[in-house]
């Protein structure tokens, strides 16, 4: 049996599964399509996109990507609510939600790692150097005004000697 010849094709309300099958892009002279209320899930294969339909109902499924091109027209409105999934150009007035605002999102992010990484380095850079610089247990600490260096010691030391000599002459 073939379907090549069919000009129109119901199957509403009929909780078909799986994919909308390609090959009912193959059947040229179908004006009609009908497959709303089921629980046809995945994306429109392309074949899709060789019809030439009059009426189109996918509503009430379970269908997910972009809404293929050829679809994308005022006629078809309706045509794709009950999908979640399912987006579309905002210029055809679709009644599914915007597929440049999925990319905005990602656009959103990209934009906010940009800027976040780098805040949360400065951060992160300016604590080590606090710990560095106020540490007592570091040299740079010492060099602050932590705990005197051996050196300093000796230093200090050195100067008190030499003003002891010097106050004893």
């Known amino acids: 049996m073939s379907l090549t010849l069919l000009s129109e094709l119901n199957l509403a309300n009929n909780q078909l599964t799986g994919e909308i099958p390609a090959w009912l892009g193959s059947m040229s002279?179908?004006?009609?399509?009908?497959?709303?209320?089921?629980?046809?899930?995945?994306?429109?294969?392309?074949?899709?996109?060789?019809?030439t339909l009059v009426i189109f109902n996918v509503s009430g499924n379970h269908l997910s990507g972009s809404i293929p091109y050829t679809f994308q027209v005022s006629a078809f409105k309706d045509s794709f609510l009950g999908n979640p999934n399912l987006c579309g150009d905002p210029a055809f007035k679709l009644r599914?939600?915007?597929?440049?605002?999925?990319?905005?999102?990602?656009?959103?992010?990209?934009?906010?790692?940009?800027?976040?990484?780098?805040?949360?380095?400065?951060?992160?850079?300016?604590?080590?150097i606090y710990v560095a610089c106020?540490?007592?247990?570091?040299?740079?600490?010492?060099?602050?005004?932590?705990?005197?260096?051996?050196?300093?010691?000796?230093?200090?030391?050195?100067?008190?000697?030499?003003?002891?000599?010097?106050?004893?002459?």
Not at 29 to 51: K, Q, T, V
């Open 29 to 51: 002279i179908l004006n009609s399509l009908d497959l709303s209320n089921n629980l046809l899930e995945g994306e429109f294969p392309p074949e899709l996109g060789n019809l």
């Open 96 to 128: 599914v939600r915007s597929c440049s605002s999925t990319k905005g999102h990602g656009l959103l992010h990209h934009y906010l790692v940009i800027i976040l990484v780098p805040i949360v380095a400065i951060i992160m850079f300016s604590c080590l």
């Open 134 to 169: 106020f540490n007592t247990n570091t040299r740079v600490s010492n060099f602050f005004g932590g705990k005197p260096t051996s050196w300093e010691i000796y230093y200090q030391a050195r100067l008190q000697m030499e003003e002891h000599t010097s106050s004893e002459r």
